[in-house]
């Protein structure tokens, strides 16, 4: 990869033009993809430790039979929440926050195409968790489990506003999913790298594209879903009510039709993160590429067929049942396919274990056995005796923490140099890792067992001499060792950032995208020219160059399969090219591309700094009080702020 | 629309060829819709099959008429809204003239579906069918009701010169729009007052 020509007199420029604005309300109003990547990302974390503290109060009430740390009442409010924090504001942000930052620098890209909406978003997603977690303030924790499972959350057995919170609180995170998706499929489809051709894309963006793509079929259901609940609670609709010709039933229909695509929503983009890490830990290309590719589209279209076996106890005909469990099978066959490539991109390339690729080797490990017990489960006799018992919860830990939040925690280790310009210390790295890696099978393994012994899930305590002592006992220690674990992580992160640390290098790992060309952390502007892709690894194919300074190679022509050819190709390519790297006015402009091959298209002038985003989620968000308390005025006033909000944000030429 | 139609989109020599940001925006955004209304459609569906007789005998299947005729004004909507659009891209005709047209067909849609629902029979609490009336119904007067906004913003912005043959994408975002939420109207209205005959039934 050759680097950029441009002088520093265009830098200074490029980075006044792309930089935020000074002050408090620079600071709110920042819509560059780098700001809200790292906003979703640390806000995410934040929401992590609150949901790992409340699993430690639930693990040390259940330590031992009959405890008394905490009431019915609250583990039930504390199995609730931690299970919505962590699906719905931990893994899913957390990831969309990766792909925010990460992937227009590994396409080359100098923002998201649509910064506002990227911004409003992220104002949805706060305030959603604020309106979650503002339940404990006023002592209505929602109480019925993360998946609200009618009737126990219809009006007459979950009075009060306890469910609204929830029904209201996931009705914004899920806007702000969608509208992530929105924004990253748009940025995937227009905004790579001259010649970054379709596929030549990082895996990892592959994976947060699909993902994408599979939130704008899954989520929407389920709003429809939550606001049908609403209506049943508010305004006396009788869509669940059995009694007046509703359907309980209906609820886990919507909801699963959400629910397990949501499992792989949360896979895939940490199956991009683990093969980045890999393919730059083994320092090779990641093997089968192609087929890794098509096994993450495959899954991502598979795993709309299978909702269903989350509800097999509940009467579903055997045709269908036998349908769904065929579905649940042949689904891991793609994920065995990814696992394999993993492991012989391992095999085959030089490993350097550092903590970053110790997590993805962890992966493997825990990950493999939450597919084994998930073909387990997706056996129907297994599944009877199974269903809602404490080897659920082994089976859906190991293939969520598996699966996404060791790669996310390796991903913290292998992106951070980019996200701060701070390298998290490996030695405490390591530590933390073990700590998790020990402290997590110490917590869930035995959970197994537990289930086959026929303790079930969400029960506040338990007798002594059931057979369950042991295990349980066990299993609460491991989670207090994974407790210190995260601490670790925690302390190794604010140590990284403490003032006069050293910084990180531009590209400490050696590794293949693009988003390792510019300095760490990456600059206001990403890149200093247009990158010109010849490659899947542009950092190691020696014909990539990192910005127009340079004339494309030659080979880089020939290989970029007329990614600046055509008739952007000659003067006219020189001339737009120069205007990106080294800009004569004051306007943020980005180069569009064509969808498969990458060709140059149009050139773009992009929002810098804005408002509107936050006043519209502000506006969203007082709508929802007013629907929780009843309050109509306010409900409209809060209407009127977000029409007025949307209308200044679209007026063309208002920032 | 390409993006040659965008205002903050300047086309490279040869181009463009590729769409602009704000038509796959809207393009992604109408995904989003549809999955929501097909969870909605799904939810009908799935009442339906539930019950031996739908509408239940003592509850009056309604007319409908007035939703028709909102849905209808919905299509002829959407069909003059394309018309401007072709004016504006020509440069010819009256655009303006004939957008106010879209937009007081598009407020008529609206008006008339919401007329459908003060005319209900019943209330959305007495049955599981009521409640799929009301609320389906309901949610084809809410996105009439936001096309008419943006019909509307881009009135405004046709008075105000910022729409220009060559700089039109909220015009084709609004076409959009429109002949989304008229497909969508008709989709709604025939769950609720052709259900069984679509769909299959019990």
């Given at each position: 990869?050759?680097?950029?020509?441009?002088?520093?007199?265009?830098?200074?420029?490029?980075?006044?033009?792309?930089?935020?604005?000074?002050?408090?309300?620079?600071?709110?109003?920042?819509?560059?993809?780098?700001?809200?990547?790292?906003?979703?990302?640390?806000?995410?974390?934040?929401?992590?430790?609150?949901?790992?503290?409340?699993?430690?109060?639930?693990?040390?009430?259940?330590?031992?039979?009959?405890?008394?740390?905490?009431?019915?009442?609250?583990?039930?409010?504390?199995?609730?929440?931690?299970?919505?924090?962590?699906?719905?504001?931990?893994?899913?942000?957390?990831?969309?926050?990766?792909?925010?930052?990460?992937?227009?620098?590994?396409?080359?890209?100098?923002?998201?195409?649509?910064?506002?909406?990227?911004?409003?978003?992220?104002?949805?997603?706060?305030?959603?968790?604020?309106?979650?977690?503002?339940?404990?303030?006023?002592?209505?924790?929602?109480?019925?489990?993360?998946?609200?499972?009618?009737?126990?959350?219809?009006?007459?057995?979950?009075?009060?506003?306890?469910?609204?919170?929830?029904?209201?609180?996931?009705?914004?995170?899920?806007?702000?999913?969608?509208?992530?998706?929105?924004?990253?499929?748009?940025?995937?489809?227009?905004?790579?790298?001259?010649?970054?051709?379709?596929?030549?894309?990082?895996?990892?963006?592959?994976?947060?594209?699909?993902?994408?793509?599979?939130?704008?079929?899954?989520?929407?259901?389920?709003?429809?879903?939550?606001?049908?609940?609403?209506?049943?609670?508010?305004?006396?609709?009788?869509?669940y009510d059995a009694a007046a010709g509703g359907d309980p039933l209906l609820w886990q229909h919507l909801f699963w039709w959400?629910?397990?695509?949501?499992?792989?929503?949360?896979?895939?983009?940490?199956?991009?993160?683990?093969?980045?890490?890999?393919?730059?830990?083994?320092?090779?290309?990641?093997?089968?590429?192609?087929?890794?590719?098509?096994?993450?589209?495959?899954?991502?279209?598979?795993?709309?067929?299978?909702?269903?076996?989350?509800?097999?106890?509940?009467?579903?005909?055997?045709?269908?049942?036998?349908?769904?469990?065929?579905?649940?099978?042949?689904?891991?066959?793609?994920?065995?396919?990814?696992?394999?490539?993993?492991?012989?991109?391992?095999?085959?390339?030089?490993?350097?274990?550092?903590?970053?690729?110790?997590?993805?080797?962890?992966?493997?490990?825990?990950?493999?056995?939450?597919?084994?017990?998930?073909?387990?489960?997706?056996?129907?006799?297994?599944?009877?005796?199974?269903?809602?018992?404490?080897?659920?919860?082994?089976?859906?830990?190991?293939?969520?923490?598996?699966?996404?939040?060791?790669?996310?925690?390796?991903?913290?280790?292998?992106?951070?140099?980019?996200?701060?310009?701070?390298?998290?210390?490996?030695?405490?790295?390591?530590?933390?890792?073990?700590?998790?890696?020990?402290?997590?099978?110490?917590?869930?393994?035995?959970?197994?067992?537990?289930?086959?012994?026929?303790?079930?899930?969400?029960?506040?305590?338990?007798?002594?001499?059931?057979?369950?002592?042991?295990?349980?006992?066990?299993?609460?220690?491991?989670?207090?060792?994974?407790?210190?674990?995260?601490?670790?992580?925690?302390?190794?992160?604010?140590?990284?950032?403490?003032?006069?640390?050293?910084?990180?290098?531009?590209?400490?790992?050696?590794?293949?995208?693009?988003?390792?060309?510019?300095?760490?952390?990456?600059?206001?502007?990403?890149?200093?020219?247009?990158?010109?892709?010849?490659?899947?690894?542009?950092?190691?194919?020696?014909?990539?160059?990192?910005?127009?300074?340079?004339?494309?190679?030659?080979?880089?022509?020939?290989?970029?399969?007329?990614?600046?050819?055509?008739?952007?190709?000659?003067?006219?390519?020189?001339?737009?090219?120069?205007?990106?790297?080294?800009?004569?006015?004051?306007?943020?402009?980005?180069?569009?591309?064509?969808?498969?091959?990458?060709?140059?298209?149009?050139?773009?002038?992009?929002?810098?700094?804005?408002?509107?985003?936050?006043?519209?989620?502000?506006?969203?968000?007082?709508?929802?009080?007013?629907?929780?308390?009843?309050?109509?005025?306010?409900?409209?006033?809060?209407?009127?702020?977000?029409?007025?909000?949307?209308?200044?944000?679209?007026?063309?030429?208002?920032? | 629309?390409?993006?040659?139609?965008?205002?903050?989109?300047?086309?490279?020599?040869?181009?463009?060829?590729?769409?602009?940001?704000?038509?796959?925006?809207?393009?992604?955004?109408?995904?989003?819709?549809?999955?929501?209304?097909?969870?909605?459609?799904?939810?009908?569906?799935?009442?339906?099959?539930?019950?031996?007789?739908?509408?239940?005998?003592?509850?009056?299947?309604?007319?409908?008429?007035?939703?028709?005729?909102?849905?209808?004004?919905?299509?002829?909507?959407?069909?003059?809204?394309?018309?401007?659009?072709?004016?504006?891209?020509?440069?010819?005709?009256?655009?303006?003239?004939?957008?106010?047209?879209?937009?007081?067909?598009?407020?008529?849609?609206?008006?008339?579906?919401?007329?459908?629902?003060?005319?209900?029979?019943?209330?959305?609490?007495?049955?599981?069918?009521?409640?799929?009336?009301?609320?389906?119904?309901?949610?084809?007067?809410?996105?009439?009701?936001?096309?008419?906004?943006?019909?509307?913003?881009?009135?405004?912005?046709?008075?105000?010169?910022?729409?220009?043959?060559?700089?039109?994408?909220?015009?084709?975002?609004?076409?959009?729009?429109?002949?989304?939420?008229?497909?969508?109207?008709?989709?709604?209205?025939?769950?609720?007052?052709?259900?069984?005959?679509?769909?299959?039934?019990?």
């Amino acid at each position: 990869m050759s680097a950029t020509g441009a002088g520093v007199g265009d830098l200074r420029l490029l980075d006044e033009v792309w930089g935020p604005r000074p002050g408090f309300i620079g600071w709110l109003g920042q819509c560059n993809h780098k700001a809200v990547g790292r906003r979703f990302i640390f806000t995410a974390f934040a929401f992590l430790l609150i949901g790992g503290a409340m699993a430690l109060v639930m693990r040390s009430q259940l330590a031992f039979p009959d405890g008394d740390v905490v009431g019915p009442q609250v583990f039930n409010q504390l199995f609730t929440m931690h299970g919505t924090i962590m699906m719905f504001l931990f893994v899913v942000p957390m990831l969309e926050g990766f792909t925010i930052y990460v992937a227009p620098l590994a396409l080359g890209a100098r923002d998201m195409p649509m910064p506002r909406l990227n911004a409003f978003g992220y104002w949805v997603y706060l305030l959603g968790g604020g309106l979650l977690l503002s339940s404990f303030a006023v002592g209505a924790v929602p109480d019925s489990g993360w998946f609200a499972y009618v009737p126990l959350t219809g009006p007459d057995f979950a009075p009060g506003v306890n469910l609204d919170f929830w029904l209201l609180g996931v009705t914004m995170l899920e806007v702000s999913g969608i509208v992530a998706a929105i924004e990253i499929v748009t940025l995937v489809a227009r905004f790579r790298a001259p010649g970054m051709s379709i596929v030549r894309m990082p895996i990892f963006v592959w994976a947060s594209f699909v993902a994408s793509v599979m939130i704008l079929f899954a989520f929407p259901p389920l709003v429809a879903g939550t606001i049908l609940l609403e209506l049943d609670r508010k305004v006396g609709t009788v869509f669940y009510d059995a009694a007046a010709g509703g359907d309980p039933l209906l609820w886990q229909h919507l909801f699963w039709w959400f629910g397990h695509p949501e499992v792989y929503i949360q896979l895939l983009p940490a199956l991009g993160i683990a093969a980045a890490i890999v393919v730059a830990g083994a320092g090779r290309r990641m093997a089968a590429r192609t087929l890794v590719i098509a096994s993450l589209v495959g899954i991502g279209i598979l795993s709309f067929g299978l909702w269903v076996h989350h509800m097999y106890a509940t009467g579903i005909p055997l045709l269908a049942s036998s349908l769904f469990t065929a579905a649940s099978f042949m689904i891991a066959i793609p994920s065995g396919v990814i696992v394999m490539s993993f492991i012989a991109t391992m095999w085959w390339g030089r490993l350097r274990f550092t903590a970053s690729m110790l997590y993805v080797v962890a992966f493997v490990f825990v990950f493999v056995a939450g597919g084994i017990t998930g073909v387990m489960v997706a056996m129907v006799p297994f599944d009877w005796q199974a269903h809602d018992t404490y080897f659920i919860v082994a089976h859906f830990h190991y293939v969520l923490v598996g699966g996404s939040l060791f790669p996310i925690l390796g991903g913290l280790h292998h992106w951070m140099p980019k996200l701060t310009g701070r390298m998290l210390d490996e030695r405490l790295g390591r530590w933390a890792f073990a700590l998790n890696f020990v402290g997590f099978n110490l917590a869930f393994f035995p959970q197994h067992a537990l289930g086959l012994f026929g303790m079930p899930r969400r029960v506040w305590t338990y007798e002594a001499g059931l057979g369950w002592d042991g295990l349980n006992l066990a299993s609460s220690v491991g989670s207090w060792v994974m407790g210190l674990g995260m601490l670790l992580f925690t302390v190794n992160l604010l140590l990284a950032h403490r003032p006069g640390g050293a910084r990180a290098p531009a590209d400490p790992w050696g590794a293949d995208t693009l988003e390792w060309a510019t300095a760490s952390p990456a600059p206001n502007y990403n890149f200093a020219g247009v990158p010109q892709v010849a490659s899947p690894e542009p950092m190691w194919d020696g014909v990539s160059s990192a910005g127009a300074g340079d004339a494309a190679p030659a080979g880089a022509a020939a290989e970029g399969a007329g990614a600046d050819g055509g008739d952007a190709d000659g003067d006219d390519a020189a001339s737009w090219r120069s205007r990106l790297d080294r800009p004569t006015s004051r306007v943020r402009q980005a180069v569009a591309t064509t969808g498969l091959d990458a060709r140059p298209d149009h050139i773009v002038t992009l929002p810098g700094h804005s408002l509107w985003p936050l006043w519209a989620a502000v506006s969203l968000a007082v709508v929802m009080v007013g629907v929780l308390f009843d309050a109509v005025g306010l409900g409209v006033v809060g209407l009127v702020g977000l029409i007025a909000s949307v209308a200044a944000w679209l007026w063309p030429g208002v920032e | 629309m390409h993006a040659g139609r965008s205002r903050t989109a300047e086309p490279l020599p040869g181009g463009p060829r590729a769409a602009a940001m704000g038509t796959w925006g809207i393009v992604l955004t109408l995904v989003a819709l549809a999955m929501f209304v097909a969870g909605l459609a799904a939810a009908a569906l799935y009442l339906e099959t539930g019950h031996d007789a739908w509408p239940p005998a003592e509850i009056p299947r309604p007319s409908g008429v007035r939703a028709w005729v909102g849905a209808a004004a919905l299509v002829l909507a959407a069909g003059v809204a394309t018309v401007v659009l072709r004016q504006v891209r020509s440069a010819s005709g009256a655009p303006i003239v004939t957008h106010a047209v879209v937009v007081v067909t598009t407020v008529t849609g609206a008006l008339f579906l919401a007329a459908d629902l003060r005319a209900a029979p019943f209330r959305w609490d007495l049955h599981a069918y009521t409640s799929v009336y009301w609320v389906l119904t309901g949610v084809a007067v809410v996105l009439a009701a936001v096309v008419a906004l943006m019909a509307v913003a881009v009135f405004v912005q046709m008075t105000t010169g910022v729409i220009d043959a060559e700089r039109h994408l909220e015009v084709g975002n609004t076409v959009l729009m429109l002949w989304f939420t008229a497909a969508t109207t008709v989709i709604l209205l025939a769950l609720v007052h052709f259900l069984p005959l679509v769909g299959g039934g019990s």
